[in-house]
């Protein structure tokens, strides 16, 4: 049984920065793609990165990329999104997502999901 559990989330001002977990059981990250989403509300659920198996490469949206990285603990089976120089428009509900094959930026291809965490961005 897969799970994802997502933490890190909070409050934080505008220019400051967080940093997001992803504690995963029943699958190993190391050879999992694993993306970051994103969801305001009102608004469909968005791509902001990955890090595709084995870790042989990452990718970011383009409102995220240079300020936003992903990375990988193999000991602790942990993800992280580490979110620096945050906007308000940054906030939203972030999700973390496996897939046991290649990367894609498409929520829909991730059949595991945590159950996400707010992020609030105040100017």
């Known amino acids: 049984q897969v799970q994802l559990v997502e933490s890190g989330g909070g409050s934080a001002q505008a220019g400051g920065s967080l940093r997001l977990s992803c504690a995963a059981s029943?699958?190993?990250?190391?050879?999992?793609?694993m993306g970051w989403f994103r969801q305001s509300p009102g608004k469909e659920r968005e791509f902001v990165g990955y890090l595709s198996r084995f870790g042989y490469s990452t990718w970011y949206s383009d409102s995220v990329r240079g300020r936003f990285t992903i990375s990988r603990d193999n000991a602790k089976n942990t993800v992280y999104l580490q979110m620096n120089s945050l906007k308000p428009e940054d906030t939203a509900v972030y999700y973390c997502a496996a897939r046991l094959s290649v990367s894609t930026v498409r929520a829909e291809d991730y059949p595991y999901w945590g159950q996400g965490t707010q992020v609030t961005v105040s100017s």
């Open positions: 029943g699958l190993t990250v190391s050879s999992s793609a």
